[in-house]
């Protein structure tokens, strides 16, 4: 019997950021056509590294198992033979319980401004497709690309027992300024998660997973750019883009349009307790 010997996708991650790809008040995903359009000016590498962690790559190594980065996540190949029509096995089997770990680590030091979330958390997030702590109760598995369920950044918090878990697999210097980490397992706890079959063949439609950030809304405050006096401010918040333009009425004074907000100067205003209740951004004209 032949065989023949290729490379055939395990599965994919991609990271979307509606800072990035809203299109002005559109957000991306509202349509097909929409995401397509601003998915081609999208390039993840220009805010988010990541990277598999040390263990993870020595299993890659020793499996036949490469990485590849794409424009919106990364890719995840393994050497594959084909066995009959329409099926590939790995070139060297997979486990069930195989588990491939990759650090997420933001890159940009505005990150934190036009994101919703810690660019550097105390616990870092845990995106997974399976609950690696047993007593952890607020466990969420990572959203499925292909569905359009989105869940919160702030949901995949974890506590530090379940991080210890993760830490104790991770080196000093892969701790450090980790936003968050994606453990996937071969053998998910819900099927429709499942990397590979039951078999230990390969899936003929790869799963696709996403993790998706919001951006920041701010009550955006106009000052004058000469002596720094107060002009205006929006009386509720407005979302922080890259591309497109923000249309709404609150946006013009004196019969002018107003410049939109960019993420590199915001204001803080804290309760007593030093919880923050308003977030200001500083606009100069």
Do not use: C
Not at 85 to 101: E, R
Request: aromatic share 12%.
């Amino acid at each position: 019997m032949s065989f023949t010997i290729t490379y055939k996708v395990l599965f994919e991650v991609n990271i979307y950021h509606h800072y990035f790809l809203d299109d002005g008040d559109l957000l991306f995903d509202d349509s097909p056509e929409l995401k397509l359009e601003q998915l081609n000016k999208y390039f993840l590498d220009d805010f988010i590294t990541i990277i598999p962690s040390e263990k993870t790559l020595t299993k890659f190594i020793g499996q036949k198992i490469i990485m590849k980065k794409t424009a919106k996540g990364f890719v995840v190949s393994t050497k594959a033979e084909k066995t009959a029509p329409d099926t590939f096995n790995p070139f060297i089997q997979l486990n069930q319980n195989d588990t491939f770990t990759f650090l997420i680590y933001a890159k940009d030091a505005l990150f934190e401004n036009y994101s919703t979330v810690p660019g550097n958390p105390l616990i870092p997030f845990h995106f997974a497709n399976t609950k690696i702590n047993p007593n952890d109760n607020n466990y969420k598995p990572i959203d499925l690309d292909q569905l359009p369920l989105t869940t919160a950044i702030k949901d995949y918090s974890i506590e530090q027992d379940t991080f210890d878990i993760i830490d104790s697999n991770l080196t000093p210097i892969e701790k450090q300024k980790l936003l968050g980490v994606i453990t996937l397992k071969m053998n998910a706890d819900e099927p429709s998660q499942n990397i590979i079959n039951v078999d230990g063949s390969l899936k003929n439609t790869p799963k696709t997973f996403k993790i998706q950030f919001l951006n920041r809304h701010t009550n955006w405050v106009y000052n004058n750019a000469k002596d720094g006096s107060f002009i205006y401010a929006t009386p509720s918040t407005h979302p922080l883009v890259k591309n497109g333009i923000i249309i709404n009425p609150e946006l013009e004074f004196d019969d002018k349009k107003l410049p939109s907000a960019v993420p590199n100067r915001l204001l803080f205003v804290k309760d007593i307790n030093g919880n923050i209740t308003e977030t200001i951004s500083e606009i100069f004209i």
